[in-house]
């Protein structure tokens, strides 16, 4: 789609999908200190249904936006093994349509460590992906789609904390949840991801975008850590919570599989970022009044 000069006159408007969800929401909340030259605009389902195509189309048209950050999605696991054609029609069908219209322009699109079979670990961006649920491939054949553009970038990202709209978006308000309902929970300590903070995914996704960055990055914390040493590192801080967490092995889920090992190298983005993205327990140290 050709850009009229008139847009040209006017900021540039970045496309936020997905804006209420916990990533979504830091990138709106902190574009206006990371990304001050862009005009954003938050799009939620108020707005309009992603999947209605011919609104997508008729608002791109009009709004003309510079740049698309894709980040609206089923995320979790079980609910896409539930219900798979919604979650192909969502993760993938909608991305297609969204970078299709994004040809000429930045387009973003968010992905996660979840795309491995976590049987090595420490994955680099040129890993075999191999995924082990309906989730994890709904985002490797959005990723396929998106890269056959080459100007277009994939941020691979693992579990991020934070504070939600909604409350229960970011898997430490999950984690608190679950242990205020009074109920101890088991922690694997044999699954591995590399947590981080979601407003450190926002400052490197932000630089990435006005870097006009393309390819894959994987985003996440600068450290390896189990469900159970993450679980313990957070309720260190709540001291309300008296409910046990408890050690178990992840062998031993009833639910869809799980791939142990997940963690993932940063190491290349890491060299483009003006500032290193952190390890999740230093990160931690330094905000003491996060996440209580």
């Not at 979650?87 to 000429?104: I, Y």
């Not at 947590?195 to 996704?205: D, G, L, Y």
Request: glycine share 6%; hydrophobic share 40%.
């Amino acid at each position: 789609m050709e850009i009229s000069p008139s847009a040209l006159l006017t900021e540039p408007i970045a496309w936020i999908t997905g804006a209420n969800g916990l990533i979504g929401n830091y990138l709106v909340q902190t574009a206006p200190q990371l990304a001050p030259r862009w005009r954003v605009r938050a799009l939620t389902r108020a707005d309009f249904d992603l999947l209605d195509f011919a609104a997508v189309e008729r608002e791109f048209k009009k709004d003309q936006p510079h740049l698309i950050i894709h980040c609206a999605a089923i995320t979790a696991v079980s609910d896409a093994q539930k219900n798979p054609a919604l979650a192909r029609r969502v993760n993938v069908e909608v991305t297609k349509f969204l970078a299709d219209l994004a040809t000429k322009i930045p387009f973003v699109f968010f992905s996660t460590d979840l795309v491995f079979d976590g049987r090595k670990g420490n994955y680099t961006e040129m890993d075999m992906v191999n995924p082990l649920h309906i989730y994890g491939e709904t985002k490797v054949a959005a990723e396929e789609i998106v890269l056959k553009n080459p100007h277009h970038l994939v941020i691979r990202t693992s579990l991020n904390a934070g504070k939600s709209l909604s409350g229960n978006r970011a898997f430490n308000e999950q984690l608190r949840r679950s242990l205020q309902s009074g109920q101890g929970m088991t922690l694997f300590t044999d699954e591995f991801r590399n947590p981080i903070p979601a407003e450190e995914t926002a400052r490197a996704v932000w630089e990435l975008a006005q870097k006009n960055c393309n390819g894959i990055y994987h985003v996440a914390g600068a450290e390896k850590l189990s469900r159970y040493e993450i679980g313990k590192l957070l309720v260190s801080r709540w001291p309300e919570v008296t409910a046990e967490i408890k050690l178990g092995s992840a062998k031993d889920f009833p639910g869809p599989p799980r791939a142990l090992d997940t963690s993932l190298d940063i190491s290349k983005v890491q060299k483009i970022l003006s500032q290193p993205l952190p390890k999740f327990s230093s990160w931690l140290a330094a905000h003491p009044n996060d996440f209580v």
